[in-house]
């Protein structure tokens, strides 16, 4: 699995655990993309930075030290969720924690 595609699934994960923190199932995927962003990217940090037009801003760092940030289209990240769930609530913004 691309770096990219793992982040997006993490960041869709992470937006739905931030809705539903009760959800289990959801707290188990969003490790499981953890894991591979730490074991196969070799990822030491990823988390939401921000959240504006239409686009969250993921910052992540590298065991190597190099930061980055990488944008997702705010609509393809909330996308998983209204699937599941129905449209997301105007105050679910995903960004209560970071990390895992």
Sequence with gaps: MSLMDALFYWLQMKWIVSARPDDEA?????????????EDHRLVSYEISSVD???????YAAIEGDVHTAWFDLEAVEQLQRDMFGAPAEEDSGTEDEGD
């Design 26 to 38: 959801a707290r188990d995927t969003l490790g499981f993309f953890a894991q591979i962003l730490s």
């Design 53 to 59: 037009a239409g686009r969250v801003h993921v910052a």
